[in-house]
């Protein structure tokens, strides 16, 4: 008879787990065959703490996927213990086809083992994790019809996780991390059963499932975004198992050897079920830190020791380069990039200030929020380079590749981050250089220049980076509205992740503002097409000539299969002043005369020429029209004071070279007219800009007048956007600036399949923001279009700090290479082509600037957090970091290891206590 669950059945921690996810139980029914089946198979007792109780998630895991007669059969197994059919009627005195029936049933459903041994089924049970519960969430059947038990699978990690910490002996978790064997291919230490080979050749059956913990995780809504398909790959008995119940695909050893090394090169780590006898497992598990339920005891619980293996990462600091690329992939955040400049004050570069080993482990020294809190550096900062550029290109690294001569890796790594590096190379603003450390010395390193001779590789078909297709997600279909830098940069990241990829753009060549907005003078668009060309060659589809509102409407692309969009339109209309006269034929947009000038179409604007506004593209419209036959001068007039003007120093400087004459701290107050055509502009004195609280309110002279004559005038005051009929009927919400309104990490608007970036949603920003935007965008749409994936645990929070330039020391060696340069082009020659004169450092100029560099960052390892599994060697490709053997420990039997538990809660409980006497003398 079901009994009722009351007060004095129930532990106050596990209340507050488990009554928030599905209620109060107190006075509900319960079903004490299930209680009894659950601590039988947890090997625990009836009234320890340690017991499995009604509504707990052992209890939840089991009750809705077996009835009253199939849970006391199941209660008839017995741990590692094989039985038959037979021998289970015998005891239960049940008919034998009944009982046969059932322990199919519960073999399938995950509440036993089962394989055929001479002919005859056999069955077992195992332990809860790493065992049944893992075997129950590989039911797909069952899942989907009884989700409460992938949500009993993680309370269970929540119920047993803090009662583990400091506690377990290295070596003895039920899981534990196996390094991946090329880091520590070499290692004279290492031993057999730390070879993954070793695991795979032993074996002679072989099967792959989901990732039971992503799976999990997926049904409550909470994936990282690594997906579960093909991940564990099970051995002997276990592999029979799956294939015999239908939870895996039967692969051979070559297979399960492919499937690994395509996780490792896709940044994932292994762990192995550890409970087998010592130095043996029945499964091999592909992991990553945000989604595995054992990397979550040493992330939330900080109980590294029990997963750990038997190394830890180690950095050479004079190798390491501080891209990053070890940092991204660590599972458990131990790697963060920090900095090895010489430092007037000692650098705390701790990342973990207490651990369980000697510390009372209560809830408030967890770290509940390990999924959204990751950090890229240390609290002391890194290279200024990385944290500044928008898209943290790690530029330290790509500089160390070139001074070595390997271009192409080099191109590579800055092509994970940026697809348009050559574009870039060209038209960045370089805020990489605006704080660089060498700066301060004499020049910053020419850090654009550098990376524009690593991108020229992609102006050549022959030689270009084409990236690796990782997955095949081709049956999801991707729409990209505006093919400007953001859309190209969310679609390219896409399709290395096999996505079925269309970009529309309105207008009949790709490129948005690189090509429309920018002069070729800055950019050839033989440029853009070249690194465009690569995106061909990945599978993208461009629908050019096509408005998206007006040919096709989104809801006609839902029909069609597309399954999210980005918008990404770009503010390629300008800003008007609302002017006495602004409507006169020769008042132009700044942003439409540069359109007609990068289409080659034929223009009026002649005579003398007023440009209004102070920013990058007022620059570019003044310098394209001074370059125009018919135009005799060319004037800007903007609010603001020299030093403070929006543009470029370097282009100011460009411009005032190439003839034209800028007017500071003028603000335009009527357009003059005779017989509709346009005179002069009349200006007052702007006295300043902003207020004292930084707000834009010019304040003006009205007695300090003037009047300048002109034929032209054109508006760069800013720009907006045109949405036409893009968004009708999509209640897609706008702020008061008329942007797109997004999530500010996932970038969704508030319509859930419409995702917008770049500047429809931030405004008019540099391209490499564009660029930063798509790439987030892509992990959104990726995660979005598949189940129950997160749009925010487990991603790159791009928390980056610079390093503090004040703290270091003044005397560090440095040599006194000046910075190279191109030739210098005569502003009175180039005024006279609208081809790019800029040149490109040669590579003996290369070898001599990439030696300028100081390399100031330098990765950081915490030992306690690090678990060695050596995902982080994989990814450097300056052999920077290794895995070094810290401990030897094989494993346990599973009947040892309580004892060794014993001696380890009573060692720990010492240092506990002597710490307490004597806080000034921590022990470890």
């Not at 520590?184 to 730390?194: C, F, L, M, Q, T």
């Not at 070793?198 to 049904?219: G, P, Q, Y």
Request: aromatic share 8%.
């Amino acid at each position: 008879m079901p009994k009722k669950q009351t007060k004095t059945n129930f532990n106050k921690s596990e209340r507050f787990n488990f009554a928030l996810t599905w209620g109060d139980v107190d006075g509900r029914e319960y079903r004490q065959e299930i209680v009894d089946l659950a601590n039988k198979i947890g090997r625990t007792k009836a009234g320890t703490s340690r017991e499995a109780i009604p509504f707990g998630p052992e209890y939840y895991a089991l009750a809705p996927i077996l009835d009253e007669y199939q849970a006391k059969m199941a209660i008839h197994l017995e741990f590692r213990k094989k039985l038959s059919a037979e021998d289970v009627a015998k005891a239960s005195g049940e008919p034998y086809e009944k009982v046969k029936e059932t322990l199919d049933y519960i073999a399938w459903a995950g509440v036993a083992f089962v394989n055929t041994i001479d002919g005859v089924d056999m069955y077992w049970q195992d332990i809860f994790v790493p065992g049944h519960l893992e075997l129950i969430n590989n039911n797909k059947e069952l899942v989907a019809k009884h989700p409460e038990v992938a949500e009993a699978f993680y309370y269970f990690g929540s119920k047993k996780g803090p009662m583990a910490a400091g506690i377990m002996p290295v070596g003895g978790g039920p899981m534990r991390v196996l390094p991946i064997e090329r880091s520590i291919d070499g290692n004279s230490r290492k031993a057999s059963y730390e070879e993954l080979s070793k695991h795979l050749n032993e074996a002679e059956v072989f099967s792959v499932s989901d990732c039971s913990c992503r799976t999990s995780r997926e049904e409550m809504g909470e994936g990282c975004g690594h997906l579960k398909e093909d991940m564990c790959v099970q051995l002997g008995h276990a592999a029979e198992y799956y294939i015999k119940t239908g939870r895996g695909r039967e692969i051979t050893r070559e297979e399960a050897f492919e499937i690994i090394k395509r996780a490792e090169d896709n940044g994932l780590m292994h762990s192995i079920p550890n409970l087998d006898e010592p130095g043996h497992t029945h499964a091999i598990c592909n992991c990553c830190g945000c989604g595995c339920y054992a990397m979550r005891l040493a992330n939330e619980f900080v109980n590294n020791d029990i997963v750990r293996s038997n190394y830890k990462s180690v950095v050479d600091e004079d190798k390491c380069v501080a891209c990053g690329e070890c940092v991204d992939v660590c599972p458990t955040n131990a790697l963060r990039l920090g900095q090895k400049l010489c430092s007037k004050e000692p650098i705390d570069e701790k990342m973990i200030k207490t651990t369980p080993r000697n510390t009372e482990w209560t809830q408030d020294k967890w770290n509940s929020d390990y999924r959204v809190n990751r950090k890229n550096t240390l609290d002391s900062g890194t290279a200024p380079c990385i944290t500044n550029c928008p898209a943290h290109i790690p530029v330290q690294g790509y500089v160390k590749l070139a001074s070595q001569g390997r271009y192409t890796e080099a191109l590579e790594l800055i092509k994970k981050h940026n697809p348009f590096p050559a574009v870039c190379g060209r038209v960045c603003p370089r805020l990489c250089e605006e704080d660089c450390t060498r700066g301060d010395i004499d020049e910053a390193v020419a850090v654009d220049d550098i990376k524009k001779f690593i991108a020229e590789q992609d102006l050549n078909k022959d030689v270009r980076y084409i990236p690796r297709i990782r997955h095949d997600y081709s049956d999801k279909k991707i729409a990209m509205i505006g093919g400007g830098p953001s859309g190209l940069t969310c679609a390219y990241d896409l399709a290395i992740d096999g996505y079925d990829v269309t970009v529309f753009e309105k207008e009949n060549k790709l490129g948005g503002m690189l090509t429309f907005g920018i002069p070729s003078y800055r950019l050839e668009k033989d440029v853009i097409e070249a690194e465009i060309a690569v995106l061909r060659e990945m599978g993208i589809q461009f629908e050019t000539g096509v408005e998206v509102g007006k040919d096709v409407s989104i809801q006609e692309l839902r029909d069609k299969g597309f399954h999210a969009f980005y918008v990404a339109i770009g503010a390629g209309s300008g800003r008007k002043l609302r002017l006495e006269g602004e409507e006169a034929s020769e008042v132009l947009s700044g942003v439409d005369f540069l359109r007609t000038i990068n289409l080659s179409e034929p223009t009026n604007v002649k005579g003398k020429v007023v440009v209004i506004g102070g920013g990058n593209v007022a620059i570019d419209v003044a310098r394209s029209a001074v370059r125009l036959d018919r135009v005799v001068q060319t004037d800007i007039f903007c609010l603001e004071a020299r030093e403070n003007m929006p543009a470029h120093a370097e282009e100011v400087e460009e411009a005032l070279e190439e003839d034209v004459k800028i007017n500071n701290s003028w603000g335009p107050t009527r357009i003059i007219t005779e017989n509709g055509k346009v005179t002069g502009v009349e200006f007052k004195r702007c006295l300043f800009v902003f207020d004292a609280d930084g707000r834009f309110n010019p304040q003006f002279d009205a007695d300090d007048k003037k009047i300048v004559e002109c034929d032209y005038v054109l508006l760069s005051v800013g720009q907006t956007f045109n949405y036409g009929n893009l968004l009708e009927g999509e209640g897609v919400k706008l702020t008061k600036r008329n942007t797109i309104e997004v999530d500010h990490v996932s970038l969704q608007s508030s319509k859930a399949d419409i995702f917008a970036g770049g500047d429809v949603a931030s405004g008019p920003r540099l391209a490499i923001d564009a660029i930063a935007a798509g790439k987030e965008a892509a992990v959104s749409i990726h995660r979005f279009v598949q189940k129950g994936q997160s749009l925010v645990f487990g991603r790159d929070t791009h928390s980056y700090k610079v390093l503090d330039k004040d703290n270091l020391t003044e005397n560090q060696g440095y040599d006194g290479t000046v910075r190279q340069r191109t030739k210098h082009i005569n502003g009175k020659e180039s005024r006279t082509t609208f081809k790019d004169l800029r040149g490109t450092l040669t590579e003996e100029q290369i070898k001599k600037e990439t030696a300028r560099c100081l390399g100031c960052g330098a990765t950081k390892t915490e030992e306690y957090l690090c678990v060695g599994c050596g995902a982080c060697t994989l990814k450097c490709k300056f052999e920077a970091i290794k895995l070094e053997k810290i401990y030897d420990v094989k494993g346990y039997e599973i009947d040892d290891l309580p004892k060794a538990v014993i001696k380890k809660a009573a060692s720990r409980k010492a240092k506990i206590m002597a710490n307490k006497i004597n806080p000034f003398t921590k022990t470890r």
